[in-house]
């Protein structure tokens, strides 16, 4: 019994100490804060504004077709680098769909359909029309995404289009003509490309969204320019270089890196919309690198666009 009662005492007692209690998650920090998301979308604005004038700039020494094949091929170069210098991995199979659409409307559908509407059109003119493009895009980000902006931002929406659809209409003199349809044309393949580049920006970083896109549609940019610089007239002059290289490394690349990390940041309905002031900052841009008339009812059509921004920006997507 003592032997028993030695060998219990021997024994030592083990002492668990409490578990500390797991420590509380820490929530998920934003990728990129709403200002940030808004600054480089405006940005992404601020440069497709010098989209048109580089356009007609480039189409003083080049043909349309020259103009639209070696702005996306030369981008495609800088893009495809890019790709290669980071080792960036190739997208998922999910993703080419999107993909497939951002390089139809925005790579290949809204260059050549703006290019060939400005071989007749104003900078001015065309500037206004492309207008509705924020609502557009809105539009297109609704159905594919299922967002439902407050009845807020979509009354102010249609307010900023209305009023730039009333610009155009009174400077066209109440008639639309070819390159309007052509610009139409352009703004709803635009709005698509950009609405599903957006949506594909929350998933891969902006500049693949748009690399990727260049790239695949180099089986159609590379003979299209083959084709191209042979068979329309070619006069290389300083402003036909600097609207092509404009073109490719600003318009199709580089502002489409800021457009479509500022929309994967503030979502693709509101970032939409900050694109209502790009028509009267490509209307400044005509008169002061183009030498064109500025419009009388421009001063009005700017405060319009410019409340409605303020209105959409402050309304819940």
Known sequence: ???????????????????????????????????????????????????????????????????????????????????????????????????????????????????????????????????????????????????????????????????????????????????????FAALLVCAAGYAEGGRLARHLPGWQVIGWALVLALPVTVPGAAWALTAEPLHLTGHAVAGVLWLALGSTFLGMVVWYRGMAAIGVSRASQLQLAQPLLTLIWSVVLLDERLPPAAPLTALAVLACIVVTQRARA
């Open 1 to 183: 019994m003592r032997a028993n009662d030695s060998a219990i005492a021997a024994a030592p007692i083990a002492v668990t100490a409490p578990e500390p209690a797991p420590a509380a998650p820490r929530p998920a920090r934003a990728t990129r804060a709403p200002g940030s998301g808004v600054l480089l979308a405006a940005l992404g604005v601020a440069t497709f504004s010098l989209t048109f004038p580089a356009t007609a700039w480039a189409l003083e020494g080049m043909g349309p077709w020259t103009v639209v094949m070696l702005r996306s091929v030369l981008a495609a170069a800088l893009a495809g680098t890019c790709l290669a210098a980071c080792r960036v991995r190739v997208p998922e199979r999910r993703h080419w769909a999107g993909i497939a659409v951002v390089a139809g409307g925005v790579v290949l559908g809204f260059p050549l359909l703006t290019t060939l509407a400005l071989e007749t059109s104003t900078t001015s003119h065309a500037a206004v029309v492309i207008g509705v493009l924020p609502l557009a895009t809105a539009a297109f980000s609704a159905v594919r995404t299922g967002a439902r902006p407050s009845r807020t931002f979509w009354g102010a929406a249609l307010v900023g289009a209305a009023a730039v659809i009333a610009f155009a209409v009174q400077q066209s003199g109440g008639a639309l003509d070819t390159s309007d349809l052509f610009l």
